[in-house]
């Protein structure tokens, strides 16, 4: 199944994706979501409401669709309680020379929190700082994971059981302000640099999430390809050590790591201008696409 967040003239609702369509969940059944953040609703009581869903998707006739055309897809989960990246967790990646920066391979997960207001929806353009801020804004094609049941010290055997589902993400990184300390909050939580989407593919559509190619363009141009079988810290890890730490809760985000090919990697690096296209592909799960644009501020 794929759920989405999508906005028409109205408030944001939830819906079912069905082809080309969008089925609204909240007009076809109004009494099954709680009104407030129906999406976090969904993805906690998932057990309850998909019976429900799974009927209104398997028979859609005299529901009210949507052409996916004619609505605005938003963050899957606009407002989630933590989003989370791990980094350097692709061994091309690491190779790569980031603004002159020898690394290695990092004998522990490497994490950083990115702002809850960076989050931004799939086709919504990416806000580029003024250029008296910066002008070494980069992409990052990544998959991501939806925590979908609240959890606390899992071992990886047990963490698939706790994930709602995957979107794919864009960790949208300002190099030299990640780059000047060493902690890296400030340069992955820019305004509207996390994008994901387009939707969120439930788990049970994705038996391994290991075996995923990912692709990253700008302006049509492929800048980056792999495959998520080639993370260092696989997800199952990722969930299992986050969780020694924190309390996991439905709706939370995590960013699971980029390979090579990344602007500041380039010779010379090449960072996003206003007007670029950027897209990330990911397979079984779509694909998000922005637009940079200048900051008006």
């Not at 398997?58 to 980094?87: Q, S």
């Not at 702002?115 to 910066?134: C, K, M, Q, R, Y």
């Not at 899992?154 to 059981?161: D, G, K, L």
């Not at 060493?182 to 290991?210: C, M, N, R, Y």
């Amino acid at each position: 199944m794929q759920v989405c967040t999508f906005k028409t003239d109205s408030e944001a609702e939830v819906g079912l994706v069905h082809e080309e369509w969008i089925l609204p969940v909240q007009r076809a059944l109004p009494d099954l979501l709680r009104p407030h953040d129906p999406m976090l609703d969904l993805i906690a009581r998932w057990d309850s409401v998909k019976p429900a869903l799974q009927g209104l998707l398997n028979n859609p006739a005299g529901t009210e669709k949507l052409r996916r055309e004619h609505v605005r897809l938003l963050a899957p989960v606009p407002r989630p309680g933590k989003v989370l990246g791990i980094g350097l967790n692709y061994l091309d990646h690491i190779n790569e020379k980031i603004i002159g920066e020898v690394r290695t391979a990092p004998e522990h997960q490497v994490w950083f929190s990115k702002a809850t207001t960076a989050v931004n929806g799939p086709f919504d353009p990416i806000v580029l700082p003024p250029e008296s801020v910066s002008t070494m804004t980069d992409y990052e094609a990544e998959l991501v994971v939806v925590i979908g049941r609240r959890c606390k010290r899992v071992t990886p055997e047990e963490a698939p059981a706790f994930v709602f589902g995957y979107c794919v993400g864009n960790d949208v990184s300002v190099r030299d302000w990640q780059k000047r300390t060493s902690q890296w909050t400030l340069g992955k939580g820019f305004d509207t640099h996390a994008p994901f989407g387009p939707w969120i593919t439930t788990a049970d559509e994705v038996p391994d999430p290991h075996t995923l190619g990912l692709r990253g363009l700008v302006n049509g141009e492929e800048r980056q390809r792999s495959n998520t079988s080639l993370m260092i810290f696989k997800i199952w890890d990722q969930i299992s050590v986050l969780s020694q730490a924190m309390t996991l809760e439905p709706g939370d985000v995590i960013y699971t790591g980029t390979c090579s090919g990344v602007g500041a990697g380039m010779t010379p690096p090449t960072f996003l201008r206003p007007g670029d296209h950027v897209r990330i592909e990911i397979d079984q799960l779509g694909a998000i696409e922005a637009l940079c644009t200048a900051d008006p501020m």
